[in-house]
């Protein structure tokens, strides 16, 4: 069964850049679909974008598009969540995923999280 582990999160002041990372074990990556979800302090866990098993196919959901990019090493077993233009919006506890299926920037068909990292942007 994969083990996920979520590394990068910090305190960065708004307009920063953060990058996020994945690393997978015990099962090979690329036989998921892998996503990136959020919780913000108070409110649901909302998706953030997802990544084909290949990598060929990324989504993003509306408000982070043009700022983050998802992409994958399968050689390394790692996926990556790059975090520019940062907002105090962006606030929240980031988790990754693995799955079978995106639908859109949606991961579908959870199979495991991770136990989530802290990106804190003030305000």
């Known amino acids: 069964q994969v083990q996920l582990v979520e590394s990068g999160g910090g305190l960065v002041q708004a307009g920063d850049s953060l990058s996020l990372s994945c690393a997978a074990s015990?099962?090979?990556?690329?036989?998921?679909?892998m996503g990136w979800f959020r919780q913000a302090p108070g409110k649901e866990r909302e998706g953030v974008s997802c990544?084909?098993?290949?990598?060929?196919?990324?989504y993003y959901r509306d408000s982070v598009k043009g700022r983050f990019t998802i992409s994958s090493d399968n050689a390394k077993n790692t996926m990556y969540l790059q975090m520019n233009t940062l907002k105090p919006e962006d606030t929240a506890v980031y988790y990754c995923?693995?799955?079978?299926?995106?639908?859109?920037?949606?991961?579908?068909?959870?199979?495991?999280w991770g136990q989530g990292t802290l990106v804190t942007v003030p305000s």
């Open positions: 990544i084909s098993s290949t990598g060929g196919n990324t």
């Open positions: 015990g099962r090979r990556f690329d036989s998921y679909h």
């Open positions: 995923a693995v799955g079978r299926s995106c639908s859109g920037f949606i991961l579908q068909h959870l199979e495991r």
